[in-house]
Nanobody, 124 residues
Framework: QLQLVESGGGLVQPGDSLTISCKASGRNFIGYTMGWFRQTPEKEREFVGAITWNGATTNYAESVKGRFTISRDNAKNMVYLQMSGLKTEDTSVYYC?????????????????WGQGTQVTVSQ
């Protein structure tokens, strides 16, 4: 069981960069694939990207590939999402999540561990 707390969201302009963070507490953090999802009131929760326990493999949604980078620091129990070239359509609540499955797991229902989310707003 993991407890996840996101931070670092905010208001940025199109084209800006922003890094959001996720602090995990609980047992066996390195046993989890970690990921990021996002959700707006109009849409279902959407897969953004994921990273294996050792950081060796990542997977990204097509909509963010080349702009977003996931990383993790197992010594600090931290997961990061570096976002660049932000667009207005990236505006969403971003959630950190954990699963015992692999990085190709894009269905939200297969991720049992969730944080509370952090708002990212991209606007002029």
């Amino acid at each position: 069981q993991l407890q996840l707390v996101e931070s670092g969201g905010g208001l940025v302009q199109p084209g800006d960069s922003l890094t959001i963070s996720c602090k995990a507490s609980g047992r066996n953090f390195i046993g989890y694939t970690m990921g990021w999802f996002r959700q707006t009131p109009e849409k279902e929760r959407e897969f953004v990207g994921a990273i294996t326990w050792n950081g060796a493999t990542t997977n990204y949604a097509e909509s963010v590939k080349g702009r977003f980078t996931i990383s993790r620091d197992n010594a600090k129990n931290m997961v990061y999402l570096q976002m660049s070239g932000l667009k207005t359509e990236d505006t969403s609540v971003y959630y950190c999540a954990g699963t015992a499955l692999g990085v190709s797991t894009t269905r939200a229902s297969l991720w049992p561990q969730w944080g509370q989310g952090t708002q990212v707003t991209v606007s002029q």
